[in-house]
């Protein structure tokens, strides 16, 4: 039998007895075979000896021996067998034999728009690093809640009017939706966002330090400025000490339930109590006044800032600061640039969309078909439909794009439109109250929309067969 190079992820729920135990069976059971193997473990501190693109890429066979969802994006193209740890644990070389003879390659691709998109998000994805990835970690655990919160605000605001807060409304169904968006998933918002940043620097041990300080974050009033801070300062704080607190090895278990857990906590509430706490709220309230008070050519420079970040890489870097800008003023109840964000974030897609229709001699017969699917994920405010079309003639689309995308971020924010869900694109209009001034928000979607598809009539070349 040939040598085969194995590699495998072990991982449970817990991820302290199992995960290592499995990932030592499935060692010495390769081992014993004649195989070299390297086995990451996917535990309670973190993944550990972890697989890196070359050693995967060389693999001649992946083994996930896990009990909790496992990521398998890395392992695409590469023959892989799934089982469960108490497989590791009883027969290591067994399991071997067992996945050598049934294992599957992993991943299809097709060629259309919509998986083209995907592909374009999963490199942005991937693209992302450092300060960047861990804000868009918590960011992404973030906005479910606050959808969820803005649908059901908005849905108690219209069955039961702009008071439906107050006590004489209590125990009515629009005071529950009420209680459930406002006072529950909106107040989520800020302990997500931190902790999930704190996650995605110090993996689970992580995640309570952050939680505790986004909870402070939110009640000294730093809102979600406060919010990323102590995400931050609890993520890198717990990872330091996890990487400078050695115990026997019998008594790890204690490091992510116990220890980290309770020094990250002490460490990032005594800094939101006595020290970033005020100053960060201070600042919010700052903002939250210049924001409110905003009127005019300020509110339109604004909106069209907005709008044209929101298309220069349309999923990237640029993209997800104004996203994020406008999601997090939402809990300090600032909503025009938010309304400014998706309008300006749909515009793309719709303005090839469009383009493609009107202007057929400017695109070839795949990119008709492909308009196709960018209207609908245009109205849904994927704004990376766009990205396939701006890939093939960068110089001539994005600049169509960012132009009107500014449009419609300037003309949203000029006629104060408010927006009170993140997400959802042109299905949350059918909300009531939802989104203010519906006609002017529809009409600054509308030309922004038409704008883009006469740039691009304008700059790009037709054609030629």
Same mark, same amino acid.
């Given at each position: 039998?040939?040598?085969?190079?194995?590699?495998?992820?072990?991982?449970?729920?817990?991820?302290?007895?199992?995960?290592? $135990?499995?990932?030592?069976?499935?060692?010495? %059971?390769?081992?014993?075979?004649?195989?070299?193997?390297?086995?990451?473990?996917?535990?309670?501190?973190?993944?550990?000896?972890?697989?890196?693109?070359?050693?995967?890429?060389?693999?001649?066979?992946?083994?996930?021996?896990?009990?909790?969802?496992?990521?398998? =994006?890395?392992?695409?193209?590469?023959?892989?067998?799934?089982? =469960?740890?108490?497989?590791?644990? #009883?027969?290591?070389?067994?399991?071997?034999?067992?996945?050598?003879?049934?294992?599957?390659?992993?991943?299809?691709?097709?060629?259309?728009? +919509?998986?083209?998109?995907?592909?374009?998000?999963?490199?942005?994805?991937?693209?992302? =690093?450092?300060?960047?990835?861990?804000?868009?970690?918590?960011?992404? &655990?973030?906005?479910?809640?606050?959808?969820?919160?803005?649908?059901?605000?908005?849905?108690?605001?219209?069955?039961?009017?702009?008071?439906?807060? /107050?006590?004489?409304?209590?125990?009515? &169904?629009?005071?529950?939706?009420?209680?459930?968006? @406002?006072?529950?998933?909106?107040?989520?918002?800020?302990?997500?966002?931190? %902790?999930?940043?704190?996650?995605?620097?110090?993996?689970?041990?992580?995640?309570?330090?952050?939680?505790?300080?986004?909870?402070?974050?939110?009640?000294?009033?730093?809102?979600?400025?406060?919010?990323?801070?102590? %995400?931050? &300062?609890? #993520?890198?704080?717990?990872?330091?000490?996890?990487?400078?607190?050695?115990?026997?090895?019998?008594?790890?278990?204690? /490091?992510?339930?116990?220890?980290?857990?309770?020094?990250?906590?002490?460490?990032?509430?005594?800094?939101?109590?006595?020290?970033?706490?005020?100053?960060?709220?201070?600042? +919010?309230?700052?903002?939250?006044?210049?924001?409110?008070?905003?009127?005019?050519?300020?509110?339109?420079?604004?909106? !069209?800032?907005?709008?044209?970040? $929101?298309?220069?890489?349309?999923?990237?870097?640029?993209?997800?600061? @104004?996203?994020?800008?406008?999601?997090?003023?939402?809990?300090?109840?600032?909503?025009?640039?938010? !309304?400014?964000?998706?309008?300006?974030?749909?515009?793309?897609?719709?303005?090839?969309? +469009?383009?493609?229709?009107?202007?057929?001699?400017?695109?070839?017969?795949?990119?008709?078909?492909?308009?196709?699917?960018?209207?609908?994920?245009?109205?849904?405010?994927?704004?990376?439909? @766009?990205?396939?079309?701006? @890939?093939?003639?960068?110089?001539?689309?994005?600049?169509?794009?960012?132009?009107?995308?500014?449009?419609?971020?300037?003309?949203? $924010? %000029?006629?104060?439109?408010?927006?009170?869900?993140?997400? #959802?694109?042109?299905?949350?209009?059918?909300?009531?109250?939802?989104?203010?001034?519906?006609? &002017?928000?529809?009409?600054?979607?509308?030309?922004?929309?038409?704008?883009?598809?006469?740039?691009?009539?304008?700059? /790009? /070349?037709?054609?030629?067969?």
């Amino acid at each position: 039998m040939s040598q085969l190079y194995i590699v495998g992820i072990t991982s449970c729920p817990t991820g302290i007895a199992h995960t290592f $135990m499995a990932a030592e069976g499935l060692t010495q %059971g390769a081992q014993q075979l004649g195989h070299e193997i390297k086995v990451e473990t996917q535990g309670s501190v973190g993944s550990q000896n972890t697989l890196s693109a070359e050693e995967i890429a060389r693999a001649d066979l992946v083994i996930i021996a896990a009990d909790t969802n496992v990521d398998l =994006s890395r392992f695409v193209g590469k023959r892989l067998y799934s089982t =469960s740890t108490k497989a590791a644990i #009883g027969d290591g070389a067994g399991l071997v034999n067992t996945a050598q003879a049934e294992a599957k390659v992993h991943g299809t691709a097709a060629p259309d728009l +919509l998986d083209q998109t995907k592909a374009a998000k999963a490199e942005l994805t991937a693209q992302r =690093s450092g300060v960047y990835k861990h804000l868009m970690t918590g960011v992404s &655990f973030m906005l479910p809640f606050v959808v969820t919160g803005g649908i059901l605000i908005a849905l108690a605001f219209a069955l039961g009017g702009i008071y439906v807060f /107050k006590d004489s409304n209590q125990g009515s &169904f629009a005071w529950a939706l009420f209680q459930i968006g @406002a006072k529950s998933a909106f107040a989520l918002m800020v302990p997500i966002l931190s %902790g999930y940043i704190a996650y995605s620097i110090a993996d689970r041990p992580g995640i309570t330090p952050g939680m505790v300080g986004g909870m402070l974050a939110a009640s000294t009033g730093a809102g979600f400025l406060g919010g990323i801070v102590a %995400g931050f &300062f609890a #993520g890198y704080s717990t990872d330091w000490l996890n990487r400078h607190i050695k115990l026997h090895r019998h008594l790890e278990g204690l /490091k992510p339930v116990l220890i980290l857990p309770v020094l990250g906590s002490l460490l990032v509430g005594l800094l939101m109590i006595f020290v970033i706490g005020t100053p960060c709220a201070q600042l +919010l309230a700052a903002v939250t006044a210049w924001l409110k008070g905003m009127q005019g050519s300020s509110a339109i420079l604004l909106g !069209a800032l907005i709008g044209s970040m $929101m298309a220069f890489d349309m999923g990237g870097p640029i993209n997800k600061s @104004a996203y994020t800008f406008a999601t997090g003023l939402l809990a300090s109840q600032v909503y025009t640039p938010m !309304a400014a964000a998706m309008a300006a974030g749909m515009t793309p897609p719709l303005g090839i969309a +469009l383009a493609t229709m009107l202007f057929a001699d400017r695109f070839t017969k795949d990119e008709h078909e492909a308009g196709k699917a960018a209207a609908v994920l245009g109205i849904s405010f994927i704004t990376e439909g @766009a990205i396939p079309f701006a @890939a093939r003639d960068p110089l001539h689309v994005i600049p169509s794009l960012m132009v009107g995308s500014a449009i419609t971020g300037a003309l949203s $924010m %000029g006629m104060n439109a408010e927006l009170h869900v993140p997400h #959802g694109g042109i299905f949350v209009l059918l909300i009531p109250d939802a989104v203010t001034h519906l006609g &002017f928000y529809v009409l600054s979607l509308v030309v922004g929309t038409v704008v883009t598809a006469v740039m691009l009539r304008i700059l /790009k /070349k037709p054609i030629t067969a």
